[in-house]
């Protein structure tokens, strides 16, 4: 009998198990364009363009294989998964007449929480036997990863990496981590020299498919953040094997010295900007790993460069995905600092004087991408240090960057940046005044505040909040073994000098909360 095979909008992969034992002669694959997954937030207009489009070419390239696919458009007005699974079974097919009896639905497991409850209650809403099959992209199971969560009172990203390693035998030599180390983060955190120019990052000119989504989403999400001007991003797997090829010969070598470094106007740097490819399915993480081993293997790029790289794909990658099934969904109701005041207007028009968090804003809007560090240090530093409430900035994140799906953004935002997770995620905050921001990039130099100034008019704000952070939530933090030495700087301070903090934080959230420009 015929089985109808849903592949969801981020499983663009021919080895997709959801496409295994299929039999083209019977089976029917069924893609999908849905109101409820363009708009469960309004995601960056380039964000769609980039998801419909990739859908839409991954849809024509099975059809070239021979296979039978029913691809419905936005233009259909289908709400959600239910709606279009349910017309399958209903609606006459062209040919004879009569609905297709299909023996079952077979779908891949999810990215999200959300469509998980949803693909799992078509078994009762439509009364049909649904198959829930595995996502093999990942390199640890959903069970592998609780296994080695199983009794550890904390889980460190930095273990499990190590334990990764081992099992797939990367970077490792004698069953050692090949140059006697696990870890060379010491040696990436370089700012980038002023003479140094990042070579312009591979992008492609959109095709008839992409220049129509274009179109349709100019006029059907207007109201959508973000820019659609110049959207350049590969929308097949032979564009994202080209921008991977690019990476590695390009920019890996510089990778890890400059992992952390941020620069006026250069939003690019020497980062991959592979993820929202590594995401969709349009690359698997092991091809990528492999890649970047091969060229340490042939001394195209050095050590510090490619371990750094490998770690956020095998380590990071794969550790926010096993926590985010490990701890949902009560992880998305976490709020450990008890945080609540709402994202501030300048986080969409980025019209702030605060010359870094304007530069970070401006580079999402454009192009729905920041890297790491912005994202972290910039954006996320602010939000932890101001407060702002973990379910908005979730949203913000997991709107406004094409890499963004629940089981990456959500760990990372309420985990990493917010510490709302209380510290499953990281040890301690990642909080930072100005003095940070200001040694990895040149921001600081174009900006009204003056980052060595600690209090006063003209004081960097990062430095008063940094503080009034720390005093604000003593009580939760202060028994964070790793937060003991901030602590006891804190208590050196005058009461006067903790008073003039307390103010100034004081005086500058009411501007914030007033929606004066900061
Ligand atoms: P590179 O810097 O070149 O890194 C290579 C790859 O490593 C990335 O493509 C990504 O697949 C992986 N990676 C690196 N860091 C992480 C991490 N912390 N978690 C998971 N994977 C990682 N990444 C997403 O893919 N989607 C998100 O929605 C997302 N939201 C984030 C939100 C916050 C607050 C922070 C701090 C980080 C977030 N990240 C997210 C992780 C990281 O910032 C992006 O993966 C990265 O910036 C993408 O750009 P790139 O491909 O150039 O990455
Ligand atoms: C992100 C996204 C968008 C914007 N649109 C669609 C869509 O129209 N149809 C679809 O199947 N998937 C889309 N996606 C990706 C889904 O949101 C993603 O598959 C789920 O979040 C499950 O991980
Ligand atoms: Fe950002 Fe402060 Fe530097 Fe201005 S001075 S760019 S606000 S860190």
Redesign the pocket.
Request: aromatic share 18%; no cysteine.
């Given at each position: 009998m015929a089985v109808l095979r849903l592949i969801l909008g981020d499983q663009l992969n021919d080895h997709i198990t959801s496409l295994q034992d299929i039999d083209p002669a019977q089976d029917r694959v069924l893609m999908c364009e849905l109101t409820e997954e363009t708009t469960y937030v309004p995601h960056h207009k380039k964000k769609l363009v980039f998801f419909l489009s990739a859908m839409r070419h991954f849809a024509r390239d099975l059809q070239k294989r021979g296979l039978n696919v029913h691809y419905d458009s936005l233009d259909e007005n289908l709400h959600s998964f239910s709606d279009a699974v349910k017309k399958q079974f209903t609606a006459p097919d062209p040919i004879t007449g009569q609905p297709v009896a299909f023996e079952k639905l077979v779908v891949t497991h999810p990215g999200e929480y959300r469509v998980l409850r949803q693909l799992k209650a078509l078994k009762e809403e439509l009364n049909i036997p649904v198959e829930i099959r595995p996502d093999h992209r990942f390199l640890a199971t959903k069970k592998q990863f609780a296994d080695w969560a199983q009794g550890r009172k904390q889980l460190r990203m930095e273990l499990f990496y190590r334990q990764m390693r081992k099992n797939l035998n990367i970077l490792m030599q004698d069953g050692e981590p090949v140059g006697g180390q696990w870890n060379y983060d010491q040696e990436n955190r370089k700012a980038l020299p002023s003479d140094l120019q990042p070579s312009a990052p591979l992008g492609f000119k959109p095709d008839a498919i992409t220049r129509q989504v274009i179109q349709q989403v100019s006029e059907r999400f207007p109201q959508h953040f973000g820019d659609l001007a110049d959207f350049h991003y590969g929308v097949t797997r032979a564009q994202a094997l080209q921008v991977l090829e690019h990476f590695i010969s390009q920019r890996l070598p510089r990778?890890g010295d400059y992992?952390d470094a941020m620069k006026q106007d250069q939003p690019w740097l020497f980062?991959?900007?592979?993820?929202l490819y590594?995401?969709i399915g349009l690359l698997t993480p092991m091809e990528v790993i492999r890649a970047a081993e091969k060229a340490w293997q042939n001394q195209a790029a050095p050590l510090n460069a490619v371990e750094g790289?490998i770690r956020?794909?095998l380590g990071?990658?794969e550790y926010?995905r096993g926590l985010y099934w490990l701890k949902m969904p009560d992880y998305k109701k976490l709020n450990y600092l008890n945080a609540k005041r709402p994202l501030p207007e300048f986080y969409w028009s980025g019209k702030t004087r605060m010359n870094c968090l304007s530069q970070c804003v401006k580079q999402t809007k454009e192009h729905a991408?920041a890297?790491?560090i912005q994202?972290?240090m910039v954006l996320?530093n602010f939000a932890l240090l101001t407060g702002l409430s973990p379910d908005e900035v979730n949203d913000w994140?997991l709107l406004v960057?094409a890499?963004?799906?629940e089981w990456?953004?959500l760990p990372?935002?309420s985990g990493?940046?917010l510490f709302a997770d209380g510290g499953y995620l990281g040890s301690k905050p990642y909080a930072a005044g100005g003095a940070y921001i200001n040694r990895m990039s040149d921001y600081c130099k174009h900006c009204t505040y003056k980052v060595k100034e600690k209090t006063g008019n003209h004081a960097c704000p990062f430095n008063y909040l940094y503080w009034d952070f720390l005093d604000r939530n003593k009580e939760t933090l202060k028994g964070n073994p790793r937060m003991g030495l901030v602590y006891k700087n804190l208590d050196r301070m005058s009461d006067a000098q903790v008073k003039a903090i307390r103010m100034q934080a004081d005086s500058f959230l009411r501007k914030l909360d007033a929606g004066e420009t900061v």
């Open positions: 990778f992992q980062h991959s900007h592979i993820g590594l995401n790289f956020q794909i990071w990658r926010v991408y890297h790491h994202r972290l996320g994140y960057y890499d963004a799906l990456v953004e990372n935002v990493m940046i």
